[in-house]
């Protein structure tokens, strides 16, 4: 499986970006994390593999949407009211069981993509 994250960027507060990730292969359940500088990885949201489900970090609820087109196999974070603290590398990661909840722990995801940068600035 071979994720490949993309759409960060510098930002400054209170803009929006969209991360994508696209997939190869099937549809999975993914989930995007961020891991500032210093600082362990923290989940940030998860959608299935059907799109029917989705979950987020307080920290991010009600600023970002995770949503997927399974047409393109790709997911996407969209994040708005960004703030200086949203600053860190970005990446999705995929669970390839066929779960049809969604997953939280950075454990429980099986492939990471390598990340892509985000800073908001003041």
């Known amino acids: 499986v071979q994720l490949q994250a993309s759409g960060g960027g510098l930002v400054q507060a209170g803009g929006s970006l969209r991360l994508s990730c696209a997939a190869s292969?099937?549809?999975?359940?993914m989930g995007w994390f961020r891991q500032a500088p210093g600082k362990e990885r923290e989940f940030l949201a998860a959608i299935n593999w059907s799109g029917l489900s989705t979950y987020y970090a307080d920290s991010v609820k009600g600023r970002f949407t995770i949503s997927r087109d399974n047409a393109k196999n790709t997911v996407y974070l969209q994040m708005n009211s960004l703030k200086p603290e949203d600053t860190a590398v970005y990446c999705c990661a995929a669970d390839i069981g066929y779960y049809s909840g969604v997953r939280i722990g950075v454990d429980e995801y099986d492939y990471w993509g390598q990340g892509t940068q985000v800073t908001v600035s003041s």
């Open positions: 292969g099937r549809s999975y359940g």
